[in-house]
């Protein structure tokens, strides 16, 4: 049984040996020439303002997020029913539209207003306002795993109900949602890539823009290829980080 | 005056009344030991003492300062009532040592080192100098919750309430807990413990209160009222608690 499925795999390999026009693949795809070509702007210029993007947008996101959550539990209703409204429209829109709304829509509405940091403040903003959305969900699920004896012990040696939530509830909460977070510190560091629907010039490219320009500039997929090894060099390590982190913290709690 | 006034206290959840008009005085360094069947609202009127629980009617004054009007900072008011919990709500990410700061420090703005000299202090006198640097769940449930005592405290407090604080503890590690607020009540601590230990009611308590379904039944000198209760529900209660394999089948009211 297991032999016929070997037999499968080995008649594949052997065809698409035999079938391949190695050299048109090498030189299209693996073309050493073009790749060193790409160095070291791919680095100093793409991946450097991808993480700039990323960065910059998940701190937007983190900070809105814990905003969203805390509002979500809140006692005051119109505040739950803004975040439970957030929440739900920035969940159920595509990224790229959001990409779309602050890069072209946001100009046509308010002509001559500039968001701070020109195209890097637009990919911040548009990234941290997607994120702050799931990064809400997440946070809020993490404060409500917090015990509220945690709470009650904090409020009855005095603190106020913002002190207790930031010295003794947060702090807890975070711990158990810095794997859920560093997934999606992962998942927009692809997004990020939306920012070249913004209308980037030559600096700010980041690192899909960088790989598409070169590639249409030199008529060779190549450059494709060298940005996406840029994202998994990245993308893999993190992801496995998280993975290592949640299983360490299965560990802790027992 | 009193330490603890308490006058024609309510308190409902929803449609269920749990107390059903309490008046209690508690002298400064009196020890009462509230004592009662569950459900009879003994902890939630512990809990209405700090506004842990809202109360729905009457007022509560504590150390001269009614808790119950509307204006008060109920923040400060607090500041000066310790509180034990059953299952001590020790903040897991902090040390013993920093358990025992983070509120000197964050609410009474004490210096570190004031902080840290207190803290030192409060843990020498529950016997557990040597654990300052160990984490809540490297302790004994017995450890945790005499850290819990030297926490609450540290906030030099004029009053102490404890929620039932032996009732999550192995029978072996009572002892330890009881021996320490055995101690505080002879330097003169203002304490009502809600427990169902009676050797510690009869030996400490220079008042034990018995309640049953939100109203206090009877009160008086823990020799009289553990001894040769004057009410039907109280013998049965102590019947019960004193030698529970004798409560036979048609006593049990469920």
Same mark, same amino acid.
């Given at each position: 049984?297991?032999?016929?499925?070997?037999?499968?795999?080995?008649?594949?390999?052997?065809?698409?040996?035999?079938?391949?026009?190695?050299?048109?693949?090498?030189?299209?795809?693996?073309?050493?020439?073009?790749?060193?070509?790409?160095?070291?702007?791919?680095?100093?210029?793409?991946?450097?303002?991808?993480?700039?993007?990323?960065?910059?947008?998940?701190?937007?996101?983190?900070?809105?997020?814990?905003?969203?959550?805390?509002?979500?539990?809140?006692?005051?209703?119109? +505040?739950?029913?803004?975040?439970?409204?957030?929440?739900?429209?920035?969940?159920?829109?595509?990224?790229?539209?959001?990409?779309?709304?602050?890069?072209?829509?946001?100009?046509?509405?308010?002509?001559?207003?500039?968001?701070?940091?020109?195209?890097?403040?637009? %990919?911040?903003?548009?990234?941290?306002?997607?994120?702050?959305? +799931?990064?809400?969900? *997440?946070?809020?699920?993490?404060?409500?795993?917090?015990?509220?004896?945690?709470?009650?012990?904090?409020?009855?040696?005095?603190?106020?109900?913002?002190?207790?939530?930031?010295?003794?509830?947060?702090?807890?909460?975070?711990?158990?949602?810095?794997?859920?977070? *560093?997934?999606?510190?992962?998942?927009?560091?692809?997004?990020?890539?939306?920012?070249?629907?913004?209308?980037?010039?030559?600096?700010?490219?980041?690192?899909?823009?960088?790989?598409?320009?070169? %590639?249409? #500039? #030199?008529?060779?997929?190549?450059?494709?290829?060298?940005?996406?090894?840029?994202?998994?060099?990245? *993308?893999?390590?993190?992801?496995?980080?998280?993975?290592?982190?949640?299983?360490? #913290?299965?560990?802790?709690?027992? | 005056?009193?330490?603890?006034?308490?006058?024609?206290?309510?308190?409902?959840?929803?449609?269920?009344?749990? /107390?059903?008009?309490?008046?209690?005085?508690?002298?400064?360094?009196?020890?009462?030991?509230?004592?009662?069947?569950?459900?009879?609202?003994?902890?939630?009127?512990?809990?209405?003492?700090?506004?842990?629980?809202?109360?729905?009617?009457?007022?509560?004054?504590?150390?001269?300062?009614? /808790?119950?009007?509307?204006?008060?900072?109920?923040?400060?008011?607090?500041?000066?009532?310790?509180? &034990?919990?059953?299952?001590?709500?020790?903040?897991?990410?902090?040390?013993?040592?920093?358990?025992?700061?983070?509120?000197?420090?964050?609410?009474?703005?004490?210096?570190?080192?004031?902080?840290?000299?207190?803290?030192?202090?409060?843990?020498?006198?529950?016997?557990?100098?040597?654990?300052?640097?160990?984490?809540?769940?490297?302790?004994?449930?017995?450890?945790?919750?005499?850290?819990?005592?030297?926490?609450?405290?540290?906030?030099?407090?004029?009053?102490?309430?404890?929620?039932?604080?032996?009732?999550?503890?192995?029978?072996?590690?009572?002892?330890?807990?009881?021996?320490?607020?055995?101690?505080?009540?002879?330097?003169?601590?203002?304490?009502?413990?809600?427990?169902?230990?009676?050797?510690?009611?009869?030996? &400490?308590?220079?008042?034990?209160?018995?309640?049953?379904?939100?109203?206090?039944?009877?009160?008086?000198?823990?020799?009289?009222?553990?001894?040769?209760?004057?009410?039907?529900?109280?013998?049965?209660?102590?019947?019960?608690?004193?030698?529970?394999?004798?409560?036979?089948?048609?006593?049990?009211?469920?």
């Amino acid at each position: 049984m297991l032999g016929g499925e070997y037999g499968i795999f080995v008649a594949a390999v052997v065809l698409v040996v035999a079938l391949a026009d190695w050299h048109s693949l090498h030189v299209n795809f693996f073309n050493w020439s073009v790749a060193k070509g790409l160095f070291p702007d791919i680095i100093t210029v793409g991946l450097r303002n991808t993480v700039i993007y990323t960065v910059t947008g998940f701190a937007l996101g983190l900070v809105g997020g814990l905003l969203l959550a805390l509002m979500r539990l809140s006692s005051v209703l119109p +505040y739950r029913w803004f975040a439970m409204a957030y929440i739900e429209v920035f969940r159920g829109l595509p990224a790229l539209l959001i990409f779309i709304f602050v890069g072209t829509g946001i100009p046509l509405a308010f002509p001559g207003t500039e968001l701070p940091g020109g195209v890097y403040g637009q %990919a911040a903003a548009a990234l941290g306002l997607v994120s702050a959305a +799931y990064m809400a969900e *997440t946070i809020r699920a993490g404060l409500e795993a917090v015990p509220p004896g945690q709470a009650e012990a904090a409020r009855s040696l005095g603190m106020s109900r913002f002190r207790a939530m930031r010295t003794i509830v947060v702090p807890q909460a975070f711990r158990v949602v810095i794997p859920p977070l *560093t997934n999606e510190l992962v998942l927009l560091f692809k997004d990020s890539s939306l920012a070249l629907f913004i209308g980037v010039s030559l600096t700010q490219r980041e690192l899909t823009k960088f790989g598409r320009d070169l %590639a249409s #500039q #030199q008529g060779n997929t190549t450059p494709i290829l060298v940005a996406g090894l840029c994202y998994l060099l990245i *993308t893999i390590p993190l992801g496995y980080l998280a993975r290592r982190l949640e299983a360490r #913290q299965k560990r802790g709690r027992r | 005056m009193s330490a603890i006034e308490i006058r024609g206290l309510r308190k409902t959840f929803g449609t269920l009344e749990v /107390l059903s008009g309490i008046d209690l005085d508690v002298e400064s360094g009196e020890v009462v030991c509230v004592i009662g069947p569950s459900g009879s609202g003994k902890s939630t009127l512990l809990r209405c003492v700090n506004l842990l629980e809202e109360p729905s009617g009457g007022t509560v004054t504590v150390d001269g300062v009614e /808790l119950t009007d509307p204006d008060v900072d109920i923040d400060a008011a607090r500041r000066r009532i310790g509180m &034990v919990f059953q299952s001590f709500n020790l903040f897991p990410h902090l040390t013993v040592l920093g358990n025992v700061t983070v509120a000197q420090r964050k609410v009474l703005k004490r210096d570190k080192a004031e902080a840290e000299r207190v803290a030192r202090a409060n843990l020498e006198r529950v016997g557990l100098a040597d654990k300052v640097d160990s984490y809540p769940e490297k302790l004994s449930g017995g450890q945790q919750q005499r850290v819990a005592i030297a926490r609450a405290l540290a906030m030099d407090p004029r009053v102490m309430l404890f929620d039932e604080p032996t009732s999550a503890l192995d029978p072996e590690l009572v002892g330890d807990v009881l021996g320490v607020m055995r101690g505080l009540a002879d330097e003169g601590m203002t304490m009502v413990v809600v427990t169902h230990e009676m050797s510690f009611a009869r030996e &400490v308590a220079d008042r034990v209160v018995f309640m049953d379904g939100g109203v206090v039944v009877e009160q008086g000198a823990p020799d009289r009222v553990i001894a040769n209760p004057e009410h039907e529900r109280t013998r049965t209660f102590l019947a019960r608690v004193l030698d529970p394999a004798a409560a036979r089948v048609g006593e049990v009211d469920g």
